[in-house]
């Protein structure tokens, strides 16, 4: 494979399987041959999980925006005054289900929302129990690092009682989100009123114990820098060899539009999103999946991200409202053919699954 001199050793550790080092990363975010990293993690990904790519068929459901944090980069929080913030009971909750059962394959839910200033623990768990009980046949993935130690502040319990209780009402997987970057000062200065990063790395390092397993994800293109997107992922790879227990990492590429930080940042290029998810695939060897988050890349550049180092693509996300709020223009849901076609185009296998990558049914 061709690269220039200056990145030779590099390659020469990916060819052999060699963990790279803070250095190396650092160095390949300073890289501006496209073509040489997509060459590289495509050949990791394949060497890792073959041809697959991973999609479910899903729903999200957002209880409420109403949120206690206010973080800079996000246009989905509200106080409880404001203009379109609501708090879903618990039967409009199951009207949000009800509303996507159409689709005969709806395999699972995706439960994340807000931290509600004035909600219980316990309003979180009837909502979740209500949702598990109605429809028993659909996998719960659901909550993040940040919403669980949320839960375990308000109601004195320990991350571990949070967890054994969400896991009585039902919830089989945790979400990736909240992650943002895990550096102090990055979530000192755009997120301080929720978890820090030894937190939400708390959160996960106890949910693996227990046998739960989580994703992984990072918030890039705002104010952070080179060397502390790769400090993120390093503390992730870190607790990976540790624990085990993370299921896929995902690529945020920040969207400025309705957010504080909107008037200073802008959005970040095509390049930058195939840079970092094929740096993400090179830095994590001890990640399967790497996600095309297609609701925030754009179905075209997720589809390209598949030939950077992607092998899951997410799911049909009916009503997914966090991110079109923050301005993301993709489509709020993509129907499952539509899913098929966009992999198989790729090049690809399409592959039905769980929220714990448990492939459902025959593969497409």
């Known amino acids: 494979m061709y690269c220039s001199e200056e990145y030779k050793d590099i390659e020469e550790k990916i060819l052999k399987g060699e963990r790279l080092s803070r250095e190396d990363g650092l160095r390949l975010f300073a890289c501006n041959d496209i073509a040489w990293l ?4 495509d050949m990791v990904r394949k060497r890792k999980c073959g041809d697959y790519v991973y999609y479910n068929v899903n729903c999200h459901v957002n209880l409420t925006n109403i949120c206690t944090s ?7 929080g509200r106080d409880a005054e404001d203009k379109g913030a609501y708090a879903m009971s618990v039967q409009q909750a199951l009207d949000v289900v009800a509303d996507a059962m159409h689709d005969p394959h709806l395999a699972g839910l995706h439960v994340v929302s807000g931290l509600h200033p004035d909600w219980s623990f ?19 993935k659901g909550f993040t690092g940040v919403e669980i130690t949320h839960f375990a502040d308000i109601s004195g319990l320990s991350i571990r009682q949070v967890l054994e209780k969400l896991q009585q009402a039902g919830l089989q997987a945790i979400a990736g989100g909240g992650a943002e970057i895990l550096t102090d000062r990055v979530r000192n200065e755009l997120c301080p009123n929720k ?8 959160v996960a390092r106890v949910a693996h114990s227990m046998g739960i397993k989580t994703n992984a994800s990072m918030l890039y293109g705002h104010i952070e820098t080179m060397e502390e997107r790769v400090e993120h992922l390093l503390k992730l790879r870190d607790l990976q060899d540790k624990t085990g227990g993370f299921q896929t990492f995902i690529c945020f590429p920040f969207l400025p539009k309705n957010t504080e930080l909107g008037k200073t940042v802008k959005q970040t290029t095509m390049w930058d999103d195939l840079k970092t998810m094929a740096i993400s695939r090179l830095m994590l060897d001890n990640f399967t999946n790497i996600k095309a988050y297609w609701v925030m890349l754009t179905v075209p550049v997720a589809q390209i991200a598949l030939g950077f180092g992607a092998n899951d693509i997410d799911g049909t996300i009916h009503k997914e409202t966090i991110l079109h709020d923050a301005g993301a223009t993709s489509p709020t849901a993509l129907s499952e053919d539509n899913i098929i076609k966009i992999v198989r185009d790729a090049g690809r296998i399409p592959v039905a699954c769980d929220c714990n990558f448990n492939i459902i049914g025959e593969i497409k």
């Open 195 to 202: 978890a820090s990063a030894d937190q939400w790395l708390e």
């Open 38 to 41: 997509g060459n590289m993690a």
């Open 70 to 76: 206010r973080c800079k980069f996000c246009a989905f």
């Open 122 to 140: 316990d309003d979180y768990l009837e909502r979740l129990q209500a949702l598990h009980d109605t429809y028993p046949s659909l996998y719960l």
